[in-house]
Structures are given as C-alpha cells and as structure tokens.
C-alpha cells in the first residue's frame, strides 16, 4: 500500500506565503515525477508544478515566478513552496506522484488527498 499525505494548507491573505508539503509512504520501490495539480470551486483540475527525480521542474504559466517545487528524495516528500498569492490560487491542492512499489516491474500514478488553500483578505 502506498499513500500520499498533504499537509501545509490554510488561509493566507493577498501577497502572503505558504508552503506545502507531500509525504509518500508505504512499500516503495522508487519515484518518478512527482507533482502538483489544484481545483478551484467549479473548474476542473488544473496541473502547477513538476518535478523529475532528478530535480528537472516545469511550473505553469499562472505560477511561474512565483512558486517553486522541491523534493526531498531521502523522505519521499515533495514541496510546494507558494509566494505572492492571489485570490485565484484559492482552490484544493493536490500531491501526484508515479510510484513503483517495491518489488514492481511497473509504476503507478498516485493521488493525495487534497489540502485547502484559500487567498482572502
């Protein structure tokens, strides 16, 4: 079993900063991409950021310049560190990564959760 756990969410005002975080656990062999995807009230996911294994990112053009992803490969866990927020980045955040369990030929796209992060004045 493999799980992926967000953790770092909450209010913030316009211009304000937060920082989250996803843990991988469970049998793992290996992992690939890593990333973040959110979904605003009413629309459809929409992906953020990208991370290879080997720190290679990719962000879209909504967040680029304004948040950055990292990982930590030792903890299996991956950042988000968001600066400069707008009410338009409120929405539910989600952790994505490609996972080879342990023992597995192949590899398997997991989900986390979801953590709320919401831009309000």
């Known amino acids: 079993q493999v799980q992926l756990v967000e953790s770092g969410g909450g209010l913030v005002q316009p211009g304000g900063s937060l920082r989250l975080s996803c843990a991988a656990s469970?049998?793992?062999?290996?992992?690939?991409?890593m990333g973040w995807y959110r979904q605003a009230p009413g629309n459809q996911r929409e992906w953020v950021a990208r991370?290879?294994?080997?720190?290679?990112?990719n962000y879209a053009d909504s967040v680029k310049g304004r948040f950055t992803i990292s990982r930590d490969n030792a903890k299996n866990t991956v950042y988000l560190q968001m600066h400069s927020l707008k009410p338009e980045d409120t929405a539910v955040y989600y952790c994505?990564?490609?996972?080879?369990?342990?023992?597995?030929?192949?590899?398997?796209?997991?989900w986390g959760q979801g953590t709320q992060v919401a831009v309000s004045s």
């Open positions: 469970g049998s793992i062999g290996s992992i690939n991409d």
């Open positions: 994505n990564a490609d996972i080879r369990r342990t023992y597995a030929l192949t590899s398997t796209n997991y």
């Open positions: 991370i290879t294994s080997g720190g290679s990112t």
